[in-house]
Every structure is written in C-alpha cells, then in structure tokens.
C-alpha cells in the first residue's frame, strides 16, 4: 500500500474513532504527571531534609537521588513519545499564544535536562556516587574543590526554583485556560475519566 493512502487511512481510522489529535494519548498523559509528581517530590525533599536527624535525612537525600534518575529517564522518554510519528498533538492556540506555549515547554524540558546534569555533577565532583534505590553509581570524573562544588550545589539548586516557577506559571496559564478562556488546554492532558467532569 502507497504510504500516502496509508497514512490517509490512519487519519481517517483515527478520526473515526474520535482521535482528531486535539488531545494527548494516554501514554503521554501518563509521562507528564509522573512528571508533575517527580518534580514536586523532589522539590520537597530538597527544600525540607535539612530540618532532619541523620538517618532521616540520609533516606531523603538517597529518594531525591532516585526520583532524580527516574525524572531525568521520564524526561527522555517524553521527548521520544513525542517525536515518534503519530503522537504529536496539534496547538490549542494560535500566534504569539502558541509560539509562547512552545517556548515555555522547551524551557522546561532545556532546565529539567540540566538539572539532570548538575545533580550527577554535583555527587560525583565532590567524589560521592550517585544512588539509585541502593545501588552506587560510582563518579567516573576527580573531585573539585569544596568551593566549585558548593557553586554547582548553588546552580543545581537555582535551577531547581527556576523549574518550579516556571511550571507554577505553565499550570497557571492552563488553569486560566480552562477557567477563563474556557478552552480545552487543561482538559486535553487530563485522563480519560477526568476529562469528562473537568
């Protein structure tokens, strides 16, 4: 079969089975609140461990660690969703609205990538391994000085408050969206269930 009549007829198979591309699969759904879920976890972790004793707070430093790997593999996985044919979604907007949504979303994925980068760096230059629930992953780089790893420390968490307020201001504009423009931003992410009541 002729690629074109092909695709025409997964169009059209899609379409009748009310796919028209104007909400995201479950797949992606999915992704993104783990997403959701990875980020704010980590974010808590961080911003509370040092009010802990000890034992504690070692278990919290190791779960950041983890949820940090699963993010930064959950981050990849988005990205490849996304590319692969037949699984991207058309814009809900239009002009500077839609060029800024896009802008948006590839700031976020550019500093969770990064944050990815800065928490390996920061472990293994100040010669400590990364964990992922329990198992070492030893640094294949030499340790810096305390003060260059206390400045990556500084950067990685910058970068963290940078992701957060971004994706405050993201969820933000979706929940103008859906509340005050009464569009179907917010709805087009939210599981099949949820859809219907939101």
Do not use: C
């Not at 797949?27 to 976890?41: D, E, R």
């Not at 990538?113 to 294949?140: C, D, H, K, T, Y």
């Not at 500084?154 to 201001?169: E, K, M, Q, T």
């Amino acid at each position: 079969m002729d690629r074109n009549v092909r695709d025409a007829v997964n169009v059209a198979t899609r379409i009748a089975a009310g796919d028209d591309r104007t909400r995201y699969d479950g797949v992606a759904i999915s992704l993104h609140w783990l997403t959701v879920f990875l980020v704010l976890a980590n974010f808590a972790l961080a911003e509370t461990w040092a009010g802990f004793a000890k034992p504690t707070r070692h278990l919290m430093v190791a779960t950041h660690m983890s949820f940090g790997i699963l993010l930064a593999i959950t981050v990849v996985a988005r990205i490849v969703w996304r590319l692969m044919p037949g699984h991207q979604v058309s814009s809900a907007n239009s002009g500077a609205v839609a060029l800024a949504s896009k802008a948006v979303h590839y700031l976020l994925y550019g500093l969770l990538a990064l944050e990815a980068v800065l928490g390996f760096v920061l472990r293994w230059s100040g010669g400590e391994a990364m964990s992922f629930f329990g198992l070492a992953i030893p640094s294949p780089m030499a340790t810096v000085s305390r003060a260059t790893n206390h400045t990556i420390g500084d950067l990685h968490n910058w970068n963290g408050w940078a992701i957060i307020i971004l994706a405050a201001g993201h969820a933000g504009a979706a929940l103008y969206n859906h509340v005050v423009v009464k569009n179907d931003v917010l709805r087009r992410m939210l599981p099949q269930g949820a859809r219907r009541s939101a």
